[in-house]
């Protein structure tokens, strides 16, 4: 068998296992009941426009002339994208550690399948909401669609390492598992979902640009307002922090696979 046929049969079995790992997690989560599979995406599409509701109830200020519907969807659910990741994967391995006694399952399967779903149910909200307020007239619709596309993929990206690395160390101690949930209620203040960099301060500016989620969400919002608002980011540092992420979940994944004993 040559080098390229049996990475194709290898990737082969490693979508099998994932799509099952998927459809089992599904199930798992949302059961058969009420409205099933259909509340991957309809959880999300709740809470955010309950906190476009809430924002527009208030005539919330977010430093833009922007509509408050447009600026509430864009925000919040690039949180969710990136913030729900995480709590998924931490403690994931422990409840499943029976799967891994199937010869092709391993532990980043785990995670992958996790991610996978999230990265669904965010992306499904966020295409179903934007669709129904451009129709009814509350939203106009994206200027670049492609750079929307660019800016949603590097928040997911940027989810998924963080999860990765965050659910492996979870796994070795338990402070991880602890410390995230207060941490992601600090960061969602913090992470611009609620305001434009450019409307704050200078000195402010400074420090929440270490944030990589920040320059994501001013990117996906320059996509999708366009002129109307002066976006500040850093794509370049964004896919550094996340590249080193990505290095470190992998090789915390592959050690922690080569301390996990099967049941």
Not at 87 to 116: K, M, Q, T, W, Y
Request: glycine residues 8%; charged residues 15%; aromatic residues 12%.
């Amino acid at each position: 068998m040559s080098g390229l046929q049996s990475f194709m049969r290898s990737w082969a079995i490693q979508r099998r296992v994932i799509w099952a790992l998927l459809m089992r997690e599904v199930l798992t989560r949302y059961g058969r009941h009420n409205i099933g599979f259909m509340w991957l995406f309809v959880e999300p599409m709740l809470f955010t426009m309950g906190v476009t509701a809430l924002w527009s109830a208030t005539k919330s200020i977010h430093g833009s002339n922007l509509p408050i519907v447009a600026f509430a969807i864009t925000g919040y659910s690039s949180v969710l994208l990136w913030r729900n990741m995480p709590g998924r994967c931490v403690d994931a391995v422990e409840p499943n550690r029976s799967l891994l006694f199937h010869r092709n399952v391993r532990v980043i399967d785990l995670f992958l399948a996790r991610l996978l779903l999230e990265a669904m149910g965010a992306t499904i909200s966020l295409i179903v909401l934007s669709t129904f307020f451009i129709l009814i007239g509350q939203m106009d619709p994206p200027e670049d669609v492609l750079q929307v596309l660019g800016g949603w993929l590097m928040l997911a990206w940027f989810g998924m390492a963080l999860a990765m690395t965050l659910g492996a160390g979870s796994e070795r101690s338990e402070l991880i598992h602890k410390l995230w949930h207060p941490a992601s209620y600090l960061l969602f203040p913090l992470s611009g979902a609620a305001f434009l960099l450019n409307s704050m301060p200078v000195q402010a500016q400074i420090y929440l640009e270490y944030l990589p989620m920040i320059h994501g969400l001013e990117y996906l919002r320059e996509g999708f307002f366009g002129s109307k608002i002066h976006a500040i980011y850093d794509i370049g540092y964004m896919a550094m922090v996340n590249l080193v992420l990505t290095l470190v979940g992998l090789s915390q994944i592959r050690l922690l696979a080569d301390t996990v004993i099967p049941e």
